[in-house]
């Protein structure tokens, strides 16, 4: 299930567990539930199968139009060259105004301070480790393929109304006394 090169990891094996602090990357699975890694200092544990995971690769922002995936997010900070200025002890203006340098057209109103804090930290915690830009070019592989694999919809004559039982009817109306 990992798919680490050159020891870069992809966004669609990292997770983050409500509850725990810190990102994880899934390393197994059993019966009870799943092994996952630390990504900040490589300790493994065990995840129940009934607790609730969000892969980073489903998260995404939400902006004017639509949702921005994480993954352009984190490649807008990372091509802004400002990655270096982030400091998350700073007053929460000052992230609302670089988060807002970064991605114009979030919606302020939906994403929270701490929405905004957690992900500058993710960003900082995962830049280096992994390649945001080889996940875009994935999801847009995925998507053109599912595009290819969608059923055409067969139209069967047999299925349509009939004639017949359009022009007549065959109900009978009782007078009430």
């Known amino acids: 299930m990992l798919t680490e090169k050159n020891n870069i990891m992809e966004l669609k094996d990292i997770i983050a567990v409500p509850g725990m602090s810190g990102l994880y990357k899934v390393v197994g699975n059993n019966k009870t539930g799943f092994i996952v890694e630390s990504v900040i200092d490589n300790k493994r544990s065990m995840i129940s199968s009934s607790q609730r995971i ?10 004017n139009e639509e949702e921005m995936p994480l993954n352009q997010v984190f490649l807008k900070i990372q091509q802004s060259g400002k990655d270096k200025s982030i400091d998350l002890k700073a007053d ?59 059923p055409i919809p067969k139209i069967h004559e047999a299925h349509g109304p009939k004639e017949m039982a359009a022009k007549s009817s065959s109900a009978r109306t009782r007078k009430k006394v």
């Not at 969000?54 to 902006?63: K, N, P, R």
């Open 54 to 63: 969000m892969t980073l690769v489903d998260i995404g922002v939400y902006t």
């Open 92 to 150: 929460v203006k000052k992230l609302r105004e670089f988060f807002k340098s970064v991605v114009p057209e979030y919606d302020e109103a939906r994403v929270y301070d701490s929405d905004i804090k957690k992900m500058l930290s993710w960003y900082l915690l995962l830049n280096g480790k992994v390649d945001f830009s080889k996940v875009e070019e994935e999801e847009d592989k995925v998507l053109r393929q599912q595009e290819q694999d969608k």
